[in-house]
Nanobody
Framework: QVQLVESGGGLVQAGDALRLSCTVS????????MAWFRQAPGKEREFVAA????????RHVDSVKGRFTISRDNVKNMMYLQMNGLKPEDTAVYYC???????????????????WGQGTQVTVSS
């Protein structure tokens, strides 16, 4: 079975950086389009960034462009989210998601993804 495990969250101050990691097991990682979503208390789950199977194509939500970068390593079966210049409004639980697909496509809606991690908390203090 497919398992996704996030790590790297924590409590930081505004302006600091964090790198989230997502380890995938149970199925060929390079066959999955991947993404990061986040959910703040009382808010809906929000798309953050996505990356195609090969890693050639990426997309980031406007609010994180220039600060966050999604990447993947298909040899290590891992995906990353480098978060720089963190702001208090970035505080949320961050989830990684996988969708196994035969095409190099980016998906941005949460209901397009088949597998989810348990989430990792990111808290940014002002």
């Amino acid at each position: 079975q497919v398992q996704l495990v996030e790590s790297g969250g924590g409590l930081v101050q505004a302006g600091d950086a964090l790198r989230l990691s997502c380890t995938v097991s149970g199925r060929t990682f390079s066959s999955a389009s991947m993404a990061w979503f986040r959910q703040a208390p009382g808010k809906e789950r929000e798309f953050v960034a996505a990356i195609s199977r090969s890693g050639v194509s990426t997309r980031h939500v406007d609010s994180v462009k220039g600060r966050f970068t999604i990447s993947r390593d298909n040899v290590k079966n891992m995906m990353y989210l480098q978060m720089n210049g963190l702001k208090p409004e970035d505080t949320a639980v961050y989830y990684c998601a996988a969708k196994y697909t035969s095409v190099q496509v980016i998906y941005t809606r949460w209901n397009e993804y088949d597998y989810w991690g348990q989430g990792t908390q990111v808290t940014v203090s002002s």
